[in-house]
């Protein structure tokens, strides 16, 4: 097989395909002949040693593939050799073959691009374990999504509006126009307003029923002050961390920790506000739930009701210009590479 390595911390040109044995299907284990694996904002992370859930270097990282089944392992019910399918892998997914437990894999309708379907897993699930699952976003309710152009903030968007929500969201200018396109309510570009005043000035002072942050550090309490009574603040990331170099990220990493407000219960209780924390790299003894879920959003992709958004694909070869796309935020929607 070949794979993305990353052989030591550092920028994107760090990044190395090298070849391996196949790898064998277990006992529960399915293995994928991979079309495409997706790239995600902690693969970046992790290349640049800011990622603490990370195997230590050499290590190949990637969280999502999709692909055909081309061996299915004992004691798997379900899956047969041949199906089309999307998976969530633990590490390993920057890999033309991989074996996953057959618990994170959900087949795919037959026909479908298993490039896009790399796309869907991360994106989606973590949309949807917190609009679906834990947000219970009513029709009418208003969500605040940021980095709306994102991977996971265009997935958001879809599910938000098939909920019925009324959609703000954050994105930097030059992703507005694209966004209203995919049916944003209304578009806040954080860098040059205050989100919180102008979240309050479109609902009239009331606040929202749910916000989506993944930005972090002093981000949090502003989100927490846009919620309307009953509303709630999903915190799911730390993007206020981030630097395009390593030893940049010395600087901004520390600040966005030391900014981090603590929520105190009474506070909440009196405030009628909840506050939730999301690490879906922390739910894998969850793989039934997981599994459930995903499978839901395979039917949900067959119905047309969800799309994946690409943004690009890239080969494994050039996969340090993957990185570079996330790393400074050039991608609007989802970024893929193929073996
Ligand atoms: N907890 C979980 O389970 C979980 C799961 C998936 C993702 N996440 C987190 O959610 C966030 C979004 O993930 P994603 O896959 O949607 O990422 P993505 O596709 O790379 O999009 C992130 C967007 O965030 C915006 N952004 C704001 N501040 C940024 C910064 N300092 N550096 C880089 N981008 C910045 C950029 O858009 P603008 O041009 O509009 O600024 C960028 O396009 C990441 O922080 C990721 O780690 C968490």
Redesign the pocket.
Known sequence: MRQVWIPRFGGPEVLTVREADDPEAGPGEVRIRVAGAGV???DV?ARAGLYPDAPPPPMVVGYEVGGTVDQVGPDVDGLAVGDPVMALTRFGGYSDVVVVPAGQVARVHDGADLVEAAAIP??FL?AYVMLDHLGSVRPGDTVLIH?A?????LSALQLAKRLGAVTIG???AG?HQRLAEHGLDHAIDYRTEDFEAEVLRLTGGRGVEVVLD??GGSSFRKSYRCLAPMGRLFC?????G?APKRSEAWRTLPKALATTPVFHPVQLMNANKGVFG????HLWDEGYRIGRFLTELAGRWERGEIAPVMDSTFPFTRAADAHDQ?GR?R?FG?VVLTP
């Open positions: 995600n904002f902690a992370s991360v994106a973590t980095s152009g994102g991977g996971v903030g954050t994105a930097s992703k993944a930005q799911f990331g730390l993007a206020a981030n999301l690490n879906m790299g996330l935020a991608n989802k």
